[in-house]
C-alpha cells in the first residue's frame, strides 16, 4: 500500500497535485499537510475532501519535531513536497520567511525521512521517494532569446525567492549523495489555471479586469515567462512520481513564452467578450507602475528530457487553457471573494495539529 505525504496540498499547485493522487489512484493514502499560510485554502479541495482515501494534517514543516513526529506515525512510502512561500514580490519584502519555510522547512522534511527511511537507505529496490517540487527560477534569467534553461543549466539564483528555492534543491541533493535518500526534483516553468491566488500576474489581472480596478504593469511590460495550464503541471508529477529515476533531475515547461504586456491584453480582450464589454475597454485599466527590483527579464524551458526519457508534453493549447482559466474565475466569484476578503482563514482557527 502506498501513503503519501503531500505537502502544501492546500495552494494552488497542490491543490490539483492531490485531486489527481486521491482520484486516479483510489488504492493510495494522501496525506496533505499544510500549515494554511495566507495562500492555503480548503476549499480547494472541497470536492475530494469526503474521499476515504483523503486525509488532512494541519502542521508547520518549519517545526522539526512536529515532521519528525508525524513521520513516526506514519509509514510513509513517499513525499510529494509543494510547501513553500511562493510569490518573488513577497519575497522582496520579507526574505528571511522563505529562508524559513523553503530552506529550513525542506531540510526539516529530508531530515525526518533520512529518520524514517534508515534501514532501507541505498537499497535499489524503488520502495520510497522524495520528490522534490521546484522551479525555473533557479537558473536565472534568459537574455539570448535562442536560450533555453536544461537540467544542466548553471543556478543562478537572483530574487531571495529563487535563492531559497535553489538552497532546497542542493539540500535534497545533498541528502542524495551523503545519505543516499531516493530523491527526483524537478523544476517546472510558471503555472496558470483554477485556484491560482489573485497575488500572481495572470489572477490578479483577472479579479482587477472583472472589479474595474487599475493592472498594474511592472516596468514596460516587456518580461517574459513561459506559461503551463497547473493541471499539466501536475501529470507532469505524477509521471515523474511513477517513472523518473532516482537522483535525476527533470525541467517540466509549456513552450508558451509570453511578454507580460502581451499576455495582458490578450486577458483584456478575452475578459471584454466574456464580460459583454466593449472591446478596449479593460485596456484602457493597464497601468504601468515601478518595476520589480531585480526583475528577471525571461524564463523559458527545453523539456526535450522529460518528452524523450518519460513522454511526457503539454496536452493543452494556451489559448483553451486561457479560455479555461477565466471561466472558472467568472464561474467562482465567491472563491475570488473569500481569497481576497481573508474570509476562508477564520475557519481554520482551533484547528488540530496531527490528524
Ligand atoms: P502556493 O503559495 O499557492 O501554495 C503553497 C502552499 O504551501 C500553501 O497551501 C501554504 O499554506 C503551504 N505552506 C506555506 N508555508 C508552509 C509551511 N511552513 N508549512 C506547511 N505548509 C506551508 O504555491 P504554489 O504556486 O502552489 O507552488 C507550489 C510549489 O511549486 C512551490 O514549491 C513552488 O516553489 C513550486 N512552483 C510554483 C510555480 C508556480 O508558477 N506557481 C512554478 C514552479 C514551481
Ligand atoms: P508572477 O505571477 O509574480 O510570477 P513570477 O514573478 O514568479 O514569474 O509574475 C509574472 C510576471 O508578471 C513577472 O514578470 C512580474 C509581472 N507582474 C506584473 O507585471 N504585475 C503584477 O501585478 C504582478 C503580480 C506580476
Not at 51 to 65: C, E, Q, R, S, W
Not at 234 to 246: E, L, P
Not at 264 to 274: A, N, Q, S
Request: with cysteine.
Amino acid at each position: 500500500m502506498k501513503k503519501i505525504l503531500i505537502t502544501g496540498g492546500a495552494g494552488f499547485i497542490g491543490s490539483h497535485v492531490v485531486r489527481r493522487f486521491t482520484t486516479q489512484y483510489p488504492t493510495y493514502q494522501i496525506y496533505n499537510l499544510d500549515a494554511l499560510t495566507y495562500a492555503g485554502n480548503l476549499e480547494n479541495l472541497s470536492d475530494i475532501d469526503a474521499l476515504p482515501n483523503y486525509h488532512f494534517v494541519k502542521g508547520d514543516i518549519t517545526d522539526a519535531a512536529f515532521i519528525d513526529e508525524l513521520f513516526q506515525l506514519h509509514d510513509f512510502t513517499g513525499v510529494i513536497h509543494l510547501a513553500a512561500e511562493s510569490h518573488v514580490d513577497r519575497s522582496i519584502s520579507d526574505p528571511l520567511s522563505f529562508v524559513m519555510t523553503n530552506v529550513v522547512g525542506t531540510a526539516n522534511l529530508l531530515n525526518a525521512a533520512r529518520k524514517a527511511w534508515k534501514d532501507e537507505l541505498g537499497k535499489p529496490d524503488r520502495t520510497r521517494l522524495f520528490y522534490h517540487v521546484s522551479t525555473d527560477e533557479v537558473y536565472g534569467e534568459l537574455h539570448d532569446p535562442n536560450e533555453f534553461f536544461l537540467e544542466t543549466t548553471k543556478y543562478d539564483p537572483r530574487s531571495p525567492y529563487s535563492a531559497s528555492k535553489a538552497s532546497s534543491d542542493h539540500f535534497v541533493r545533498a541528502y542524495h549523495a551523503t545519505y543516499k535518500l531516493p530523491v527526483v526534483i524537478s523544476n517546472c516553468s510558471n503555472n496558470y489555471g483554477p485556484n491560482h491566488f489573485p497575488e500572481k500576474l495572470i489572477p490578479l489581472m483577472i479579479h482587477n479586469i472583472i472589479q474595474n480596478k487599475p493592472l498594474p504593469v511592472y516596468g514596460k511590460g516587456e518580461n517574459v515567462r513561459d506559461w503551463l495550464y497547473v493541471e499539466d503541471h501536475a501529470r507532469a508529477i505524477d509521471v515523474i512520481f511513477h517513472k523518473g529515476m532516482v537522483g535525476e533531475t527533470y525541467n517540466i515547461g509549456g513552450h508558451n513564452e509570453w511578454k507580460n504586456l502581451d499576455l495582458v491584453l490578450l486577458l483584456c480582450k478575452t475578459m471584454d467578450e466574456k464580460l459583454g464589454r466593449e472591446a478596449g475597454t479593460s485596456e484602457k485599466l493597464i497601468t504601468y507602475v515601478t518595476d520589480r527590483a531585480g526583475h528577471d527579464l525571461r524564463y523559458a524551458i527545453d523539456a526535450t528530457k522529460l518528452k524523450n526519457e518519460l513522454a511526457w508534453e503539454p496536452s493543452l493549447q494556451f489559448a483553451e487553457g486561457l479560455e479555461r482559466t477565466v471561466d472558472w474565475y467568472l464561474n467562482n466569484t465567491a472563491w475570488l471573494e473569500n481569497v481576497t476578503s481573508g474570509t476562508y482563514q477564520k475557519y481554520y482557527e482551533g484547528m488540530y495539529a496531527i490528524r
